[in-house]
């Protein structure tokens, strides 16, 4: 595909079950990205990987948090027990060498 | 704590007129100053961006203005179209490296 792909577009979770996010970065993007937004904020941070290396998971909330790209393409984010706080949209972004990022339209995830 | 504050949170110009948004940033290591726009749904999308080394860049009906003595940096939409009604983040980033730290956003709203 042409851009960043993200699945699924709306996760709704009950609190305390693991839910996987997925991202499928432009082809032959070195870096991809995983950011969370809350509503009505600006995209917050989490990890970062250089092909199939985690450089940066700095900004991942708590140990909940988990992702992954094994093959140093298509990512998984996972979040194990998911609490109310969870819920936001998380946006996925890709960027080729010295080139700015392109993002997905995001997973929202809503949790009762 | 928020690296890059970003006012107003929103602001509604008549069309034609002139949309300004203005971005501050505490870290003086950053390097690449590029602004986001996001509809309803969609993930951000690159709109500009500029680097330290100039102080002004122009793209269209969209600059930036740069101070780099004030760590300011603004975006300025001409000829406001409604189409231009979306949200629109400031973000900056350390050299080569791609972690954006964005600002809260800025809800612009053009009046037919």
């Known amino acids: 595909g042409a851009g960043v792909s993200q699945s699924p577009r709306y996760k709704v979770a009950k609190r305390g079950q693991d839910v996987a996010l997925r991202c499928d970065p432009i082809?032959?993007?070195?870096?991809l990205f995983w950011y969370q937004q809350a509503l009505g904020q600006g995209p917050e941070f989490l990890t970062y990987?250089?092909?199939?290396?985690?450089?940066?998971k700095s900004g991942l909330p708590s140990d909940r948090f988990f992702a992954e790209r094994p093959e140093g393409s298509v990512s998984t984010l996972k979040i194990q027990r998911t609490q109310q706080e969870d819920s936001a949209v998380y946006l996925c972004?890709?960027?080729?060498?010295?080139?700015?990022?392109?993002f997905g339209n995001g997973t929202r995830l809503t949790v009762t | 704590q928020q690296q890059v504050k970003q006012s107003p949170q929103s602001l509604i110009v008549q069309k034609g007129g002139i949309s300004i948004i203005n971005c501050a940033y505490e870290?003086?290591?950053?390097?690449?100053f590029p602004w986001y726009q996001q509809f309803p749904g969609k993930g951000p999308a690159l709109l500009i961006a500029?680097?330290?080394?100039?102080s002004e860049k122009k793209e269209g009906r969209f600059t930036i203005s740069f101070n780099k003595s004030a760590k300011q940096f603004s975006l300025h939409i001409m000829d406001s179209q409604p189409g231009d009604s979306a949200t629109y983040f400031c973000?900056?980033?350390?050299?080569?490296?791609?972690?954006?730290?964005f600002g809260a956003g800025t809800t612009v709203t053009v009046r037919a």
């Open positions: 972004a890709s960027s080729g060498v010295a080139s700015p990022l392109h």
């Open positions: 082809s032959g993007h070195v870096s």
């Open positions: 990987f250089q092909n199939e290396a985690q450089l940066d």
């Open positions: 870290n003086t290591a950053f390097d690449y």
């Open positions: 500029i680097r330290p080394d100039v």
């Open positions: 973000a900056a980033s350390l050299p080569i490296d791609y972690k954006l730290s």
